[in-house]
């Protein structure tokens, strides 16, 4: 399934403060820095606050697929085009929680669901989910790192 | 039977069955001769938590210590699953440990040890690894201890 099939938009990456980049080659692995649901022009959170508080669920599912978008936007940006990717290697990723908030794993699907989406079996990752009090930009409920392959 | 599967039996370690259930996510990703180990809990055979709370409110550093073993027990079974024989660990390469923590608990690494101990035994020094280990407010689940790896293996 190509990128331009599925009914979203890719925005492209804002630039980062010096010494930040949105990511890092090594060989054919990109590491990529954790992005939030914010738009990349902007720098502004499409949410805020904890899963468990003033976020509900479906809005963190919600959350998570838009920082998969917004990655994806970054690979796009970077690589020319999404068919240069291999595949996801892993994802880490990061719900802003109330202390007895414990479906981060179903947030996180928001995104995963997304990877295989758009890249079928090479959206297919290792992933870690935690729960955390506190997250940049006022308290994005989602951040995701991912580590990736290209094609050589 | 393999060395590290004489081992196990020798520790007295019985991996669990994986449950491949899932979309987007797996337990194991490889690249080349690296496998990245999604994060994995303290489950029992059945998939449900065997510990549940937080260090230093719920549970003890003992309790949290075993619980990371078991996350441990866990990914050697996650491990077994992908590449059959444990034999082809050539060493475990960087350790990640979450652990889910009441305001005054600093003890993180005194609970990954549990973890980090059993690398050792089963492994000896390729078991032995770089590790972090931080304190969170919530693991998914309500379990204590989360851990993921990076381990490289030989064909």
């Not at chain 1, 914010?38 to 998570?64: M, N």
């Not at chain 1, 978008?69 to 240069?84: C, E, F, S």
């Not at chain 1, 928001?110 to 295989?116: A, H, Y």
């Not at chain 2, 619980?67 to 060493?91: M, S, V």
């Amino acid at each position: 399934m190509a990128i331009s099939d599925v009914n979203y938009k890719i925005i492209n990456s804002a630039p980062r403060r010096k010494g930040v980049v949105v990511l890092r080659q090594v060989d054919d692995l990109l590491y990529l820095s954790g992005h939030g649901p914010e738009d990349e022009i902007t720098g502004k959170p499409f949410y805020t606050g904890r899963l468990g508080e003033s976020v509900t669920l479906e809005q963190g599912r919600d959350a998570a697929r838009i920082c998969g978008i917004i990655l994806l936007g970054a690979l796009q940006d970077y690589l020319g085009t999404l068919d240069k990717v291999d595949y996801i290697v892993k994802a880490f990723a990061l719900v802003s929680s109330a202390p007895d908030f414990y479906n981060q794993e179903e947030v996180i699907d928001g995104f995963s669901d997304l990877m295989v989406e758009v890249f079928g079996d090479r959206g297919i990752h290792a992933r870690s989910a935690m729960g955390t009090s506190n997250l940049p930009n006022g308290n994005i409920p989602v951040e995701i790192e991912i580590i990736v392959k290209v094609v050589a | 039977m393999g060395q590290t599967d004489n081992r196990l039996k020798q520790l007295g370690i019985e991996l669990p069955k994986k449950n491949r259930a899932g979309t987007g996510m797996v337990a194991v990703r490889r690249y080349r001769d690296l496998l990245y180990i999604s994060g994995h809990g303290p489950t029992g055979p059945d998939g449900k938590p065997v510990y549940q709370g937080k260090l230093g409110s719920d549970l003890t550093i003992e309790e949290g210590y075993q619980a990371a073993r078991l996350c441990g027990i866990n990914i050697l079974a996650a491990i077994a699953d992908y590449i059959g024989d444990l034999d082809r660990i050539e060493y475990v390469v960087k350790a990640l440990g979450l652990v889910a923590s009441g305001p005054d608990f600093f003890d993180q690494p005194l609970v990954m040890h549990g973890f980090s101990d059993l690398m050792v035994e089963v492994l000896g020094e390729r078991g032995m690894h770089a590790r972090s280990a931080m304190g969170t407010c919530c693991l998914p689940n309500n379990i204590p201890v989360e851990v993921e790896l990076i381990v490289k293996i030989r064909d």
